[in-house]
């Protein structure tokens, strides 16, 4: 059970607009933690998508993007295409933890 | 461009420890968190701790209180993990990640390594 909420799966055809959500609670995204996105691919390491809920990092395409509002935070990824499939995880840090937390993780299917 | 280079897969019995490294090259070592981040078969990512080196103060998840250790050598830009009493569950692969803030535990991963697979077996 992960501290934070994603859904396990998302599909889209090519050229699509998908969204991918996170849903904290007050200890975490609610207390104003940021939120970050990573794009993980099977036998690679993860990589880093959005920082501190709205950043993109130079190499990610402005294809991604996020928002964060109150106890939750969204990636979405326009103009869908074959190798955005992937697994998405949402991060942010827990007051109460001390520590960070990830969300489940959600499957992008490029249908 | 910091990069970081994890040690090789190991193979362990249950109920013994394994220690592995990360090796940081081409920027600043001691200021950035090192964080630990594991997935196990079929499972997402699960956050297990962190240090900043010039602090030399760890941060565990409370799930690996007691059985995780993370060190930093400062002098080699090295940083272990070493994770007790092994069971099955254990099996995954590791990996280290550099934060994001400067002197924050807060903050992203990035960049990461090429992660370790460890496997607990009989």
């Known amino acids: 059970q992960s501290v934070l909420t994603q859904p396990p799966s998302v599909s889209g055809a090519p050229g699509q607009r998908v969204t991918i959500s996170c849903t904290g609670t007050s200890s975490n995204i609610g207390a104003g933690y940021d939120v970050h996105w990573y794009q993980h691919l099977p036998g690679t390491a993860p990589k880093l998508l959005i920082y501190a809920n709205t950043y993109r990092p130079s190499e990610v395409p402005d294809r991604f993007s996020g928002s964060k509002s109150g106890t939750s935070a969204s990636l979405a990824i326009t103009g869908l295409q074959a190798e955005d499939e992937a697994d998405y995880y949402c991060q942010s840090y827990d007051g109460r933890l001390s520590g960070s937390v990830f969300g489940g993780g959600t499957r992008l299917t490029v249908l | 461009q910091v990069q970081l280079e994890q040690s090789g897969a190991e193979v362990k019995k249950p109920g013994s420890s394994v220690k592995v490294s990360c090796k940081a090259s081409?920027?600043?070592?001691?200021?950035?968190?090192i964080t630990w981040v594991r997935q196990a078969p079929g499972q997402g990512l699960e956050w297990m701790g962190g240090i900043i080196p010039i602090s030399d103060t760890p941060r565990y998840a409370q799930k690996f209180q007691g059985r995780v250790t993370i060190t930093a050598d400062d002098s080699t830009a090295t940083a272990y993990m070493e994770l007790s009493s092994l069971r099955s569950e254990d099996t995954a692969v590791y990996y280290c990640a550099r934060g994001g803030v400067s002197g924050s535990h807060l903050g992203w991963f990035d960049p990461w390594g090429q992660g370790i697979l460890v496997t607990v077996s009989a």
């Open positions: 081409g920027g600043t070592f001691n200021r950035y968190a």
